[in-house]
């Protein structure tokens, strides 16, 4: 468990590496496992989810060496054990990795993913895609899934009723190494999603992308490769923001403008003055910053990870009004009343919008992280409270998304440290 000291006032300054994705590098290596060749995968960020991630591909009998963000991983003496819920009930992706011991054994058995609880997180669209693909589902209670596939997968269309990360990931996987021509409708094209389509097609698939539709050609086999996973864009929209919260300069390094178009809008409304390069992004800020109204939605719209986090630029500025719309995830509020705990006017109007009324300042106190973005947004609202505030990540959920996050922060002028305690 966690608690973090954050004293507020403090000015932005410097520059900062942004890591690899942690999204992106969680699907890619669970796709790596429908190869049996040796893989290298660059940039990936040294973070829990990861960690968690090697743990179960190392139980299901992965060769990985990890080191400086390298990853060599060789999956050929994949098993089919049962992956345990202590550790599937960690990360939502393990729900990812069915489609690739399905292929290989033609069933699967795993404990019941977990992840973020920010809000309910039903399965049900996994569900319809696996019978899609005419996927038995044998057993599916709140501790398990177990499912058979009967005869080998040919040449499917299917409709995604609802655009998701994960199903389109699943629908995907299961297609890469069938029989035929997969034609996959409303499908997501967040940059993580077409990251790891990227790399497939690296190591030899054959998936194209017109607009909301996959039209993949199944392949024999997958081979080996050496891919570089993208940055993090909600990293770097976490640091673009430290500094409009805080005022000063910045440099991102090692990030790219492209997959940011909607974030950087917002900052440039809040007053921001913004530079881009081909692996940098530059921003200052030395005024009073407005607050914005805005909605997250699937991309290329602004992101839901970032919306409780951006919920910052929203507190302060006497007695504005914006709005916020969350379009994505049912009541994603979870920041909202320790931000009010700390003197915000925030009043939740629905469970998918809050309005905010600027306040003159907010002040530290001692909050509860509730999620991996909560615990980033009561930091940022931490760094420009008045006096100290303490946050209490009992999940030690900071270090679920975020690389050397302390020293980051620290590197660039902001007060912080923390304590493990238990
Ligand atoms: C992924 C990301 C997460 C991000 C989210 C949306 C990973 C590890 N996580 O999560 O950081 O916030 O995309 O960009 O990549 N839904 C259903 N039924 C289902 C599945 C999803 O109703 O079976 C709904 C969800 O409740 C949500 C929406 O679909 O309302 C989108 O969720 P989805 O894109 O699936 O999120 P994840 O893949 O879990």
């Known amino acids: ?242 500094c409009v919260l805080n005022k000063g300069s910045l440099y991102c390094l090692n990030t790219n403008n492209k997959y940011l178009t909607k974030i950087i809008d917002v900052l440039k409304i809040s007053g921001a003055n913004i530079k881009t390069g081909n692996d940098y992004i530059y921003i200052s800020m030395y005024k009073k910053h407005k607050p914005v109204t805005f909605s997250s939605n699937v991309y290329p719209e602004f992101p839901t990870d970032l919306q409780p986090i951006f919920t910052n630029l929203n507190i302060i500025n006497n007695n504005k009004i914006s709005y916020i719309t969350e379009n994505i995830f049912f009541n994603r509020f979870s920041h909202v009343n320790e931000l009010i705990n700390m003197g915000a006017n925030i009043k939740i109007l629905s469970n998918f919008k809050i309005l905010c009324t600027g306040v003159n300042n907010i002040f530290g106190k001692t909050i509860y992280a509730k999620d991996l973005r909560c615990s980033m947004s009561l930091i940022l609202a931490g760094t420009y409270a008045i006096g100290q505030s303490v946050i209490i990540d009992k999940g030690d959920y900071i270090d679920r998304g975020y690389e050397n996050i302390f020293y980051k922060l620290k590197s660039i002028g902001i007060n912080i440290l923390y304590f493990n305690y238990f």
Request: aromatic residues 8%; hydrophobic residues 40%; glycine residues 6%.
């Open 1 to 242: 468990m966690k608690k973090i000291f954050v004293y507020g006032g403090n000015k932005v300054n410097g520059d900062v590496k942004i890591s690899g994705s942690k999204n992106s590098s969680l699907s890619i290596i669970i796709s790596s496992l429908l190869s049996n060749e040796d893989i290298l995968i660059k940039n990936i960020p040294n973070i829990k989810d990861i960690n968690v991630l090697l743990k179960i591909l190392k139980l299901l009998g992965s060769k990985i060496n990890f080191i400086n963000s390298n990853l060599y991983i060789n999956n050929k003496n994949i098993n089919k054990n049962i992956i345990p819920l202590y550790l599937s009930k960690l990360i939502r992706s393990s729900i990812n990795i069915i489609p690739s011991i399905l292929l290989r054994f033609g069933e699967v058995k795993i404990s019941f993913p977990g992840g973020c609880n920010f809000c309910k997180r039903p399965i049900d669209l996994h569900i319809k895609v696996f019978k899609d693909f005419n996927i038995k589902i044998i057993n599916l209670n709140k501790k398990y899934i177990e499912l058979k596939m009967f005869k080998k997968i040919t040449n499917k269309k299917i409709y995604i009723k609802k655009i998701s990360v994960g199903v389109t990931l699943n629908a995907i996987f299961l297609s890469v190494l069938s029989y035929g021509k997969f034609i996959i409708n409303n499908v997501s094209t967040e940059p993580e999603v077409i990251d790891t389509i990227n790399f497939l097609n690296t190591i030899g698939a054959n998936i194209n992308i017109i607009n909301n539709t996959l039209i993949i050609y199944g392949v024999k086999k997958l081979y080996g490769g050496v891919y570089k996973v993208l940055s993090d864009r909600i990293e770097t929209g976490t640091f673009l923001l430290s």
